[in-house]
């Protein structure tokens, strides 16, 4: 089962901007992890940024800092960059071809925001018929306040995982994932120590 890693919106504005990601503890350094082994086991990495069109755009807007990729995720090697403009991955975007040129057939979600562009971007996967699996702890949320209502980011994050289980994804646990996924590699590459990292 050929997998590509989706690395989702993984931008400035979600640590200094006005949309900080508080829930689950660790989920950077856990988008980092998989990174690494994506890297180690030879499978695609998919860097995706979001950009809000317009001057008055309320946050990613283009060329600001808070727009551009985390530097620790954008200095990491990746297949692809995407660019999109909705929630959704696959919308107005080259993905879906980009997966099935290049034979994958299961995706795997990491990023921000649970509840919105990786819940989104699962959903499209799983209507078009790619597996799917979303990282309980290397996906993350924050509090949310609106007219219908307010929910922690730790509520809002386990409603996300609890519908996705239901038919969309199969989720999993960062760690859960690296031994689904790991394979050891050659003694004269890199390799992944005890924990599961790359070293």
Same mark, same amino acid.
């Given at each position: 089962?050929? &997998?590509?890693?989706? @690395? !989702?919106?993984?931008?400035?504005?979600?640590?200094?901007?006005?949309?900080? !990601?508080?829930?689950?503890? %660790?989920?950077?350094?856990? !988008?980092?992890?998989?990174? /690494?082994?994506?890297?180690?086991? %030879? $499978?695609? !990495?998919?860097?995706?940024?979001?950009?809000? +069109?317009? /001057?008055?755009?309320?946050?990613?807007?283009?060329?600001?800092?808070?727009?551009?990729?985390?530097?620790?995720?954008?200095? &990491?090697? =990746?297949?692809?960059?995407?660019?999109? %403009?909705?929630?959704?991955?696959?919308?107005?975007?080259?993905?879906?071809?980009?997966? &099935?040129?290049?034979?994958?057939? #299961? @995706?795997?979600? +990491?990023?921000?925001?649970?509840?919105?562009?990786?819940? #989104?971007?699962?959903?499209? +996967? $799983?209507?078009?018929?790619?597996?799917?699996?979303?990282?309980?702890?290397?996906?993350?949320?924050?509090?949310?306040?609106?007219?219908?209502?307010?929910?922690?980011?730790?509520?809002?994050?386990?409603?996300?995982?609890?519908?996705?289980?239901?038919?969309? =994804?199969?989720?999993?646990?960062?760690?859960?994932?690296?031994?689904?996924?790991?394979?050891?590699?050659?003694?004269?590459?890199?390799?992944?120590?005890?924990?599961? #990292?790359?070293?």
């Amino acid at each position: 089962m050929k &997998r590509a890693l989706l @690395v !989702i919106d993984v931008q400035n504005e979600y640590f200094v901007g006005k949309l900080p !990601i508080s829930y689950p503890s %660790n989920h950077l350094s856990n !988008i980092l992890r998989v990174m /690494d082994v994506a890297v180690q086991q %030879n $499978m695609p !990495i998919i860097l995706v940024q979001h950009t809000f +069109a317009g /001057d008055d755009a309320p946050f990613f807007k283009r060329d600001s800092y808070e727009w551009q990729l985390h530097p620790e995720v954008g200095d &990491r090697h =990746s297949d692809l960059q995407l660019e999109k %403009n909705y929630p959704g991955c696959f919308t107005g975007t080259e993905l879906e071809a980009w997966l &099935r040129s290049h034979g994958i057939e #299961t @995706v795997v979600i +990491a990023g921000y925001m649970s509840h919105m562009c990786c819940d #989104t971007t699962a959903r499209q +996967a $799983m209507h078009l018929d790619f597996a799917v699996e979303f990282l309980s702890d290397a996906t993350g949320t924050l509090p949310v306040s609106n007219g219908a209502g307010s929910v922690t980011g730790e509520e809002m994050h386990r409603s996300i995982l609890v519908a996705q289980q239901m038919m969309i =994804s199969q989720v999993m646990t960062t760690d859960e994932w690296v031994d689904r996924v790991y394979v050891p590699a050659r003694l004269d590459a890199p390799h992944l120590s005890e924990d599961r #990292t790359l070293v």
